[in-house]
């Protein structure tokens, strides 16, 4: 299973609402997850189930969707939210992951 | 608390084979519905799923890697071993290792994650 992330890589300001898409290739319901990754660290979970926000990740972030098309959004884009973000489906073997999507101040 | 480590060689010659361990603790592979994997991401791209073994010894991987893979676990230790033979320029990245279960969190994939060890392979 394919994931297209859109896009790659995006500019915005502290306190923009930003929206980040993954596709998937054929439908995956709702095994989607996304992951928040800064230089040098591993990925940290935001998301999973497609909305289901991982505990401790702040109420600005959310996600939605199911079958082949998911969003996450960053309302009120924070100066910690500068990083790049994965989207991972787990619906079947092999799990995939998109290519990312850097958001730059 | 859940923490995890990887552990190996930092660089490797064309050919030779990779072995990497995972070492955790906060979790046991002898619970249902435990499992450790790997993933990996070559500086500057994406990130790429290889493998994972689940507490009953089940294991998946890459469809693309397969044949050069092999994951084990040792629940004594508390380790995960991944090993990768032929290795070549392009398998250079940083390797993560990281957790799932699947009966405590059946709707979620991996949620904890080793800090990476990045592999350069070069002669």
């Known amino acids: 299973i394919q994931l297209t992330q859109s896009p790659s890589s995006l500019s915005a300001s502290v306190g923009d609402r930003v929206t980040i898409t993954c596709r998937a290739s054929?439908?995956?319901?709702?095994?989607l997850a996304w992951y928040q990754q800064k230089p040098g660290k591993a990925p940290k979970l935001l998301i999973y189930?497609?909305?289901t926000l991982q505990s401790g990740v702040p109420s600005r972030f959310s996600g939605s969707g199911s079958g082949t098309e998911f969003t996450l959004t960053i309302n009120s884009l924070q100066p910690d939210d500068f990083a790049t973000y994965h989207c991972?489906?787990?619906?079947?073997?092999?799990?995939?992951f998109g290519q990312g999507t850097k958001v730059e101040i | 608390q859940i923490t995890l480590k990887e552990s190996g060689p930092s660089l490797v010659k064309p050919t030779q084979t990779l072995t990497l361990t995972c070492t955790f603790s906060?979790?046991?592979?002898?619970?249902?519905?435990?499992?450790v994997g790997w993933i990996r991401q070559p500086p500057g791209k994406a990130l790429e799923w290889l493998a994972i073994?689940?507490?009953?010894?089940?294991?998946r991987y890459s469809t693309s890697l397969e044949s050069r893979l092999t994951i084990t676990k040792d629940t004594s230790k508390n380790q995960v071993v991944l090993t990768m033979t032929d290795m070549g320029p392009v398998d250079t990245a940083t390797y993560y290792c990281?957790?799932?279960?699947?009966?405590?969190?059946?709707?979620?994939?991996?949620?904890?994650w080793g800090p990476g060890s990045l592999v350069t392979v070069s002669s």
């Open positions: 189930a497609a909305s």
């Open positions: 990281a957790h799932r279960d699947y009966d405590s969190h059946p709707d979620r994939a991996v949620d904890h």
């Open positions: 991972q489906q787990y619906h079947s073997y092999p799990w995939t």
């Open positions: 906060g979790l046991s592979l002898t619970t249902r519905g435990v499992g």
């Open positions: 054929q439908g995956i319901s709702s095994y």
């Open positions: 073994v689940y507490w009953d010894d089940s294991k």
